[in-house]
């Protein structure tokens, strides 16, 4: 094999390595969530940060290595195109590491969705105990001023 192909074979299994464990850390916030407290979440956002890059500098040097070897190839640096313009036993092994980080991206795109909808719903149940605290506040302030006396 190529050392150039083993080169973008390799990048692109650290990205999906990488995206795999942000998701990981997302479900460790979601369930965070039902209440470990702000330490732990903070924590778990700190991590999600750091790994957050790491997918970045990934992705970086994937999509330096496919452009590269495309223009070597005379091909564009899209997996399909790559792809057909490997030798039999690289085409292989791209393509499999190729499905592995769509299905990495597609899981983490997942795992945000859920989390999403987690906290908008979080935020919508505290708006309205908030309100309803307001309200009863309101009301107990009005009593405030009462003579219970005979």
């Given at each position: 094999?190529?050392?150039?192909?083993?080169?973008?074979?390799?990048?692109?299994?650290?990205?999906?390595?990488?995206?795999?464990?942000?998701?990981?850390?997302?479900?460790?916030?979601?369930?965070?969530?039902?209440?470990?407290?702000?330490?732990?979440?903070?924590?778990?956002?700190?991590?999600?940060?750091?790994?957050?890059?790491?997918?970045?500098?990934?992705?970086?040097?994937?999509?330096?290595?496919?452009?590269?070897?495309?223009?070597?190839?005379?091909?564009?640096?899209?997996?399909?195109?790559?792809?057909?313009?490997?030798?039999?036993?690289?085409?292989?092994?791209?393509?499999?590491?190729?499905?592995?980080?769509?299905?990495?991206?597609?899981?983490?795109?997942?795992?945000?969705?859920i989390l999403s909808?987690?906290?908008?719903?979080?935020?919508?149940?505290?708006?309205?105990?908030?309100?309803?605290?307001?309200?009863?506040?309101?009301?107990?302030?009005?009593?405030?001023?009462?003579?219970?006396?005979?």
């Amino acid at each position: 094999m190529r050392d150039r192909v083993k080169a973008l074979i390799d990048a692109i299994q650290d990205e999906a390595d990488a995206i795999d464990d942000l998701i990981d850390v997302v479900q460790e916030q979601r369930e965070a969530l039902r209440g470990d407290g702000v330490e732990v979440l903070q924590d778990l956002m700190r991590e999600q940060r750091e790994i957050f890059f790491d997918v970045q500098t990934q992705e970086a040097l994937r999509d330096e290595l496919a452009k590269g070897l495309a223009a070597e190839l005379g091909c564009e640096p899209q997996a399909s195109s790559l792809s057909d313009a490997f030798e039999e036993d690289e085409r292989a092994l791209f393509n499999g590491v190729a499905d592995r980080l769509t299905q990495s991206l597609f899981g983490l795109k997942s795992e945000m969705v859920i989390l999403s909808g987690l906290i908008d719903q979080n935020e919508r149940y505290t708006s309205m105990l908030l309100s309803e605290w307001r309200r009863l506040e309101g009301g107990a302030s009005r009593l405030n001023g009462t003579d219970f006396r005979g």
